[in-house]
């Protein structure tokens, strides 16, 4: 027949407080102590009928020993109900401590059969896991000695008690459940430490990343088994110096550094470097390492844990992106390129048509015989002035695009920019019917800034405008500071942009609804947008379909750095970002 405990265990079990329930180990050593506890005082309440019948009613003395013999049972309690373990423990250190002072005091001081239990009190102490309840032991028993052997030089006879028996039992008893604390602690925690162990292992061998454990110099002491898989050889191979051996030449200063500094300094580090593969392939592969400080719990030794994995695909990819990256910008260079050389080639024929033009215009070779042939001198002009105003606009367009359009900074008043742009534009303005608003905030402090750039990022505002605003319709320029900055807009009452294609708008020949009907190729405010870029401003466009177009500049009114305007920078790093 088989007796089981099970029943009483979680009864005991279910004493313990709840501030322990989530650590295993402390709730066993909570439900230890309040067994043990619980048997010594039921036990000496149990034996208190035995010493009666033995020695009748007990004396004074002997009924303090029997109370302090009881006390356990308080301190089981008080555990249950708090949960403070140290205090605990010292209760019960001076509850035994006072036992075998006041028994001793009654039974011949040193010669006392009570100072057996000071051997136990110790013992208990240190199941606490508390050097201060341990410290505090150990005083408690030099001092119970002390007063013993002062009582034994006083020469006090001894007083006949009648309880030895019971304090005899009482002892075993403690002695005991003692014994099944420790056993029961015990138990636990290796039992921790295996289920532990036994997940790290099943961790370490079933992972596809190599682990290795260094030393102080970086030799090997563990390599899991994945190291096989890895490198192609047996963990044992890599003990020592092995793993070592198989790092490329090159790459094994900075391997032994990253081991060191991460034993030194205790903070984690990583390293890409190159290590011999298996022995079929013959080559070597990038592997990431991973390293960290690792402290025995046993002993405080250090050594380093390093975790490494096979990155050659994640590499290979790396290298392609960022070869067609650059076969892509190399691509982009060659076609702006392209388009600059092919503009400069159109300039000069242009010019050349523009020219001659302008003289049959003037009949300074004499009269023409038909109105007809004035009409087509005046479409060839009007034509080249055209041509030649678009292979500008691309020459301007590539220039910004690869980042050597030359800009230079230098104050100037904005006022007079103004008043040229709008004076070159009037003419064609008026000719379309259309009246010029000037909205010039009064004490513009001057720009630093391209005064070329900007007198170009009016002419392409003010031709956009009046070209898509019809007869009787308004263009309104406004000049105007806020806080650091300076705002130029160009403001039209013409066709207008529906909202779904206002993102589309700046890009080169790129133009959407009502324009398609109109000439142009889109490079106006990609010119803009550029020439803005490269001085560190900002262009923003509103509209709305219908009801006209309104073109914001934003340029810091003390200019960019020099060295962003000179090469461009500002608007190369953004147009990689883009692109990334």
Known sequence: MTVSFEPLRRTIDGLVHASVGDDSLAAVRHSAFIAAHLIVGLGVLLLLPVSLALSGAPSIGAAVALALLALPLPIAAFLSRTGRYEAAHLMSMLALSGLVAWVGALTGGLASPALFLLALQPAEAALSGSRRVILASVAGAMAVVVLLGLVSMAGLPAMATGFTPVLVAAGLLHGASLAMRIGRVQGKAEGAARDGEARYRVLAENGTDLITRHDRVGAVEYASPSGRALLGCAPSDLFGHGLFDRVHVADRPAFLHTLSETERTGEARSLEFRLRGPSETGGFLWVEMR?????????????????????????????????????????????????????????????????????????????????????????????????????????????????????????????????????????????????????????????????????????????????????????????????????????????????????????????????????????????????????????????????????TVRLPLRGARATELDTGEPVLRERERRRA
């Open 291 to 551: 390293c960290r400080v690792a402290l025995d719990a046993g002993t405080g030794a250090r050594s380093v844990i390093a975790v490494t994995r096979d990155v050659t695909e994640a590499r290979q990819r790396q290298t392609e992106i960022v070869e067609a990256r650059n076969s892509v910008a190399e691509a982009g260079k060659s076609q702006i390129q392209m388009i600059a050389h092919v503009s400069h080639e159109l300039r000069t024929p242009l010019n050349a048509i523009i020219g001659f033009s302008e003289l049959l215009e003037r009949e300074l070779f004499g009269k023409f015989e038909m109105a007809r042939q004035r009409d087509y001198i005046r479409l060839i002009h009007s034509s080249g002035e055209h041509l030649l105003q678009v292979v500008n606009s691309v020459l301007d367009m590539s220039r910004i695009e690869a980042g050597t359009f030359s800009v230079a900074a230098a104050p100037f008043p904005v006022a007079s920019v103004i008043d040229g742009t709008t004076e070159i534009m009037s003419q064609q303005i008026a000719e379309r019917g259309l009246k010029l608003v000037r909205q010039i905030e009064p004490g513009l402090p001057e720009l630093v800034a391209d005064r070329r750039a900007c007198r170009q990022i009016l002419l392409n505002l003010l031709s956009n405008a009046a070209k898509f605003t019809a007869t009787g319709g308004t263009v309104t320029v406004v000049a105007r500071r806020e806080g650091e900055q300076l705002v130029l807009a160009v403001a039209d009452t013409g066709v207008g942009i529906a909202a779904n294609d206002l993102p589309r708008i700046g890009k080169p020949f790129v133009q959407v609804g009502a324009q398609d009907r109109d000439e142009g190729t889109g490079l106006g405010l990609s010119v803009v947008r550029g020439l803005t870029e490269l001085q560190g401003g900002t262009f923003t466009l509103e509209s709305e379909a219908g009801r006209g177009t309104t073109a």
